[in-house]
């Protein structure tokens, strides 16, 4: 089995294009947050990097398609920061031009001193065009406790959904591991993907015990996942899990973990959109799939 990014297209298109692709997400796999059962599709979409483009109208343009493309494949989570240079504007900017679609799960984070928290949050509402945020996150851990007692305030006054606290890149597992028992948010984000898998280890099964909702950032390592793998070929039993591209297997590993909410690969491809997308259909791999999946791609 050949498979690449780009040879995706013609079945992932097929069956994002399926008219029972709707209100249900037809048949497409979504994930219900602990805290409220509420459902989200496991398939979200992220910001970093991809739309920090500033103000350049053509690739601005390119941001606001994959937003439709993403919306037309039935919505969910898309995830920002202060971070990411001008990703909240552009997101902002493709939401005025586009409206305010149907299935937008909205999330973003606070980057600063608490003091400076209710000031920031503000200015990130104004730039996405928003009045009021499905989650917000405290981003990294930065002055956690202040700021979350903020989100907490939020939350309880009608003004936000949702609670989160963040890291990535593997980092400070211990002081958001003793945050989950002490004061749980009702979302935490971690990177885990099939390489990185050190959260398995006690963030995720407490996740599960102290029913947290959790989202997956660096699902690709910033696509040096997907540039690894190309031209290698898929292993004959991916087809048991309707598996044709490289991502969508390593998204399918990811999403099918129990304690996994939602993952958030970032793109500035609309194809690539779609092919992510695309996993969140067919059969998920059970766990002892899920164990012969990571050591295939240990052992390449």
Not at 92 to 103: C, E, Q, S
Not at 121 to 135: C, K, M, P, S, Y
Not at 193 to 208: G, H, K, S, T, Y
Not at 239 to 246: C, M
């Amino acid at each position: 089995m050949r498979a690449t990014r780009r040879t995706v297209l013609a079945g992932a298109g097929a069956a994002l294009a399926a008219p029972a692709f709707g209100a249900a997400a037809g048949g497409a796999l979504s994930k219900r947050i602990p805290a409220t059962g509420e459902p989200v599709p496991a398939v979200g979409l992220g910001s970093w990097i991809t739309f920090n483009v500033g103000g350049d109208p053509l690739l601005r343009a390119e941001c606001r398609a994959v937003m439709a493309a993403f919306f037309e494949a039935g919505g969910g989570m898309i995830d920002s920061s202060p971070m990411y240079g001008s990703s909240q504007a552009v997101i902002g900017d493709a939401f005025a031009k586009l409206g305010r679609p149907a299935g937008l799960f909205s999330a973003d984070k606070v980057w600063t001193r608490a003091a400076n928290g209710p000031a920031q949050i503000a200015e990130t509402a104004r730039r996405w065009g928003l009045g009021r945020f499905d989650l917000l996150q405290v981003h990294n851990l930065v002055d956690w406790e202040a700021n979350l007692d903020t989100l907490e305030a939020m939350k309880e006054a009608g003004r936000l959904r949702y609670t989160g606290v963040t890291t990535s890149h593997g980092r400070r597992h211990g002081e958001l591991e003793e945050i989950m028992r002490r004061r749980p948010p009702d979302f935490v984000q971690l990177t885990y993907n099939i390489v990185d898998r050190e959260a398995e280890r006690r963030l995720l099964p407490l996740a599960r015990e102290r029913g947290i909702a959790v989202i997956c950032n660096r699902p690709f390592r910033r696509g040096r996942l997907p540039d690894r793998l190309a031209g290698r070929p898929l292993p004959g039993w991916a087809s048991g899990i309707e598996v044709s591209t490289w991502p969508q297997f390593l998204l399918k590993f990811i999403l099918s973990h129990p304690a996994v909410t939602a993952a958030i690969p970032a793109t500035r491809r609309v194809d690539h959109l779609v092919e992510n997308k695309s996993a969140a259909f067919g059969p998920m791999p059970d766990a002892a799939l899920r164990r012969r999946m990571a050591a295939h791609v240990r052992d390449l």
